[in-house]
């Protein structure tokens, strides 16, 4: 079924830094890929989407590409600041549902 | 538009009890899913309902119970609590117009504990 599989954090960067989180996906077909962003003792907030391979969702400055061809849909942010700290999610559709499955999600946290 | 709301907000119960959980999605939203978040196993989907139906379960026992009402709004039941369903407990809600690129929204989230 459809899997995703994200890095290990934490990721510790100083303000203005360059971000990268990876995210490697298995899926039938080519459903949506989704980040969702979760601060401290709030819910999932929906940062971008992407609907189709080639497909760039961005937000916020937050940028990632639909790669078929890598099966994967890297978070990159060019320069990060404090309010950025948060956790980050990678998720795509259980196969054939609206249901997500996410990955382990990766804390980022940015110092000033 | 508002946007998903669940309540309580946060939840304290003894082994044994029962707790109902309430969700309230995106007005227009057709679709309700319910996810358990725990430190351990991370995101978990527990069940999707839409019209009234429950569509998809997850791999949950059946002690987590849900249901659907007419307007959408959507109540998830755990009976016989145990220590291990201390949980921030997630819904979210999506329109139900397609599958594949149908975008779920969060609320908030529930803080279960149980002591």
């Known amino acids: 079924g459809n899997s995703v599989t994200q890095m290990e954090g934490p990721v510790t960067l100083s303000e203005e830094a360059f971000l990268t989180i990876n995210c490697t996906y298995t899926?039938?077909?080519?459903?949506?890929l989704f980040w969702y962003v979760q601060y401290p003792g709030e819910g999932l907030q929906l940062l971008l989407k992407a609907t189709k391979a080639d497909d760039k969702g961005s937000n916020k400055g937050f940028e990632a590409t639909y790669r078929k061809e890598t099966t994967s849909f890297h978070l990159e942010k060019g320069s990060v600041q404090v309010s950025d700290s948060a956790v980050y999610f990678c998720?795509?559709?259980?196969?054939?549902?609206?249901?997500?499955?996410f990955g382990s999600g990766t804390r980022l946290q940015v110092q000033p | 538009k508002a946007g998903v709301t669940q309540t309580p907000r946060y939840l304290i119960k003894t082994r044994g009890q029962q707790v109902t959980l309430s969700c309230s999605p995106i007005s227009g939203h057709r679709s309700v899913s319910w996810y358990q978040q725990t430190p351990g196993q991370g995101l978990q989907f527990l069940f999707e309902?839409?019209?009234?139906?429950?569509?998809n379960k997850g791999n949950f026992p059946g002690r987590f119970s849900g249901r659907q009402f007419s307007n959408s709004r959507s109540e998830m039941n755990v009976s016989t609590l145990e220590l291990g369903d201390s949980a921030l407990y997630l819904c979210a809600s999506s329109s139900g117009d397609r599958t594949h690129t149908d975008t779920q929204y969060f609320g908030p989230g529930t803080r279960l504990t149980v002591l």
């Open positions: 309902y839409f019209s009234e139906t429950q569509r």
């Open positions: 998720a795509l559709p259980l196969e054939g549902r609206r249901a997500l499955t």
């Open positions: 899926a039938t077909g080519y459903p949506s």
